[in-house]
């Protein structure tokens, strides 16, 4: 009798018996990952957006109590429209013209000549007289595009900062909504 | 003999395994397909004249909904090519409808300019929220709803359509 044909040969082992199943399951998961990347990636050249809040960052904070600062940080691939920002404060009103800081300059079409903000933009905005300690609240309306070709409706956010102590440093800057704890980045 | 089986009972399971694939990328990304556009039909919204018109009255033709602003450059830019493609193909059927998140003073003035050939609805803000229902997530624009003869969603579609995809959707929904 040759060796090979023993008695528990001929059972199937119970690894063997598995075995096909388990080569079947991955195949069918690796087909069907292959498959979802595959036409993720085919499509995913055409729009990946963040929420206008995250890709629009707006924080403000009192500087003394004759001005404050609003600050948007804008993501890359992201622009804010300037003749599209306005700032008002409460208590109101601004004790004198906000001075926004000139954008990079873009031919529009319908609009002409327009200026954009990336990146970050700063601006100074002068209060009526606060007492330290008192609440101002910074109002900014702003409109922006993701450079892929979409744009994001305009949008009133609002900050509540507190004037600093006479003769202190300025407030830290207050975020408007915090930036939301992603996995994948 | 069983084995083979088997072996056929693998490749059906990947392959089917694929199209799932395929399916759950397509709704992840595009979206809409399939769907009933019961909603979009049941709205009327003040056209250019201050007219109530029924986005349910252009139901049997092949509807491609755009929800657009002028200060949406992108918006600005892809609407010559649905002007002329509703020159081409809008005898066989093809509709277009834009829906203006804007004031009606600065949708007739860029209407004008490019001289435009399909009803500008004006929804202001309130069309954002429609949009979302339609699946715009984010309520970017321009988005667009396609919708079929027989009044299904054929494509919702978020950013700026290519000529390639316009003319694909007018060959199979014509």
Not at chain 2, 35 to 58: F, H, K, N, S
Not at chain 2, 93 to 113: H, N, P, T, Y
Not at chain 2, 153 to 164: E, F, S
């Amino acid at each position: 009798m040759p060796p090979s044909v023993r008695a528990d040969s001929l059972r199937p082992p119970a690894s063997a018996a598995g075995a096909p199943v388990a080569r079947a399951a991955s195949l069918v998961g690796i087909a069907a990952v292959a498959s979802l990347v595959f036409h993720v990636g085919t499509a995913s050249a055409e729009i990946k957006l963040l929420p206008p809040e995250e890709a629009f960052r707006y924080a403000a904070r009192a500087v003394d109590g004759g001005t404050v600062e609003a600050r948007f940080d804008i993501a890359d691939g992201y622009y804010l429209y300037r003749d599209k920002l306005r700032f008002a404060v409460e208590p109101g009103p601004l004790a004198g013209g906000v001075a926004l800081p000139a954008g990079k300059v873009k031919d529009d079409e319908f609009f002409g000549r327009v200026e954009t903000y990336r990146d970050r933009v700063l601006v100074r905005i002068p209060i009526a007289p606060a007492a330290p300690g008192q609440s101002v609240t910074v109002q900014a309306d702003s409109q922006g595009c993701a450079d892929v070709g979409v744009c994001y409706p305009p949008v009133s956010q609002r900050i509540t900062v507190v004037v600093p102590p006479a003769g202190g440093p300025a407030g830290a800057f207050v975020e408007a909504s915090p930036a939301k704890k992603r996995w994948f980045r | 003999m069983a084995s083979a089986g088997r072996r056929w009972i693998v490749v059906g399971a990947a392959v089917l395994a694929l199209l799932f694939g395929a399916w759950v990328a397509r709704s992840l990304l595009e979206g809409g397909g399939g769907r009933d556009a019961g909603t979009l039909l049941a709205v009327a919204l003040p056209d250019l004249a201050g007219e109530q018109q029924a986005i349910g009255q252009w139901k049997g033709k092949l509807l491609v909904v755009n929800f657009w602003a002028t200060w949406c450059a992108p918006c600005r830019e892809e609407m010559p090519m649905f002007v002329e493609a509703q020159k081409r193909h809008g005898d066989r059927g093809l509709q277009f409808v834009g829906i203006a998140v804007d004031e009606a003073a600065k949708v007739r003035q860029f209407a004008d300019s490019i001289g435009l050939n399909y009803p500008s609805l004006i929804g202001g803000y309130g069309a954002m929220e429609l949009s979302r229902t339609l699946g715009n997530s984010l309520m970017a624009l321009p988005f667009t709803v396609v919708v079929g003869r027989d009044g299904q969603v054929l494509l919702t579609h978020l950013g700026p359509m290519k000529q390639a995809q316009l003319d694909r959707l007018v060959e199979s929904g014509l």
